[in-house]
Antibody, heavy 118, light 110 residues
Framework: EVQMVESGGGSVKPGGSLRLSCAASGFTFSNAWMNWVRQAPGKGLEWVGRIKSKPDGGTTEYAAPVKGRFTISRDDSKNTAYLQMNSLKTEDTAVYYC?????????WGQGTLVTVSS | QSVLTQPPSASETPGQRVTISCSGSSFNIGTYTVNWYQRLPGTAPKLLIYDNNQRFSGVPDRFSGSKSGTSASLAISGLQSEDEADYYCATWDDSLDGWVFGGGTKLTVL
């Protein structure tokens, strides 16, 4: 059974940092492209970025609102993906989901809430 | 303002059929396939339809997808109360160089 569990969410002041983790099981993590998607309160889904599998280059891509502030990485030995968030803004407040897939997002974690507020 | 345009809401009675539209441009839907996601209240999104019209594992055949030009649509027939959820279309966008979602459609089963 595929399982993905996000952790690391919480409250932080504007300008602060937070690192989210996504622990995966039930599939071959090293071959999976991992994405982060967020949903702000009362808003729709927004893609944050992705990291390709190492066989496919291991490169990262980011949405414009987070480029230069967020970094996605992976540790295939731990079956875990990470989202390092720096210079956080109030508009980054959202539930953050990790999800697998290159051409569609087939499995999702339950999400972790990040609140950026002074 | 989302790159992909969906109606904010839709409603229909049980047993009936409802269609949700998703409008884009040549940079996104006109070039790439469309996926649809369902978000039930209080839960994570789930993949319903991928590659325009392919049902994901376990998705009932009441759900179907289609695409024409720069628009796509999701149809749900034989509506059930448990279909009440938010529905999102998504595809890749060349101008933004990333995935884009529609604003979401809240489906109410009357």
């Amino acid at each position: 059974e595929v399982q993905m569990v996000e952790s690391g969410g919480g409250s932080v002041k504007p300008g602060g940092s937070l690192r989210l983790s996504c622990a995966a099981s039930g599939f071959t993590f090293s071959n999976a492209w991992m994405n982060w998607v967020r949903q702000a309160p009362g808003k729709g889904l927004e893609w944050v970025g992705r990291i390709k599998s190492k066989p496919d280059g291991g490169t990262t891509e980011y949405a414009a609102p987070v480029k230069g502030r967020f970094t996605i990485s992976r540790d295939d030995s731990k079956n875990t993906a990470y989202l390092q968030m720096n210079s956080l803004k109030t508009e980054d407040t959202a539930v953050y989901y990790c999800t697998t897939g290159g051409y569609y997002f087939d499995f999702w974690g339950q999400g972790t809430l990040v609140t950026v507020s002074s | 303002q989302s790159v992909l345009t969906q109606p904010p809401s839709a409603s229909e009675t049980p047993g009936q059929r409802v269609t949700i539209s998703c409008s884009g441009s040549s940079f996104n839907i006109g070039t790439y396939t469309v996926n649809w996601y369902q978000r039930l209240p209080g839960t994570a999104p789930k993949l319903l339809i991928y590659d325009n019209n392919q049902r994901f594992s376990g998705v009932p055949d009441r759900f179907s997808g289609s695409k024409s030009g720069t628009s796509a649509s999701l149809a749900i027939s034989g509506l059930q109360s448990e279909d009440e959820a938010d529905y999102y279309c998504a595809t890749w966008d060349d101008s933004l160089d990333g995935w884009v979602f529609g604003g979401g459609t809240k489906l109410t089963v009357l």
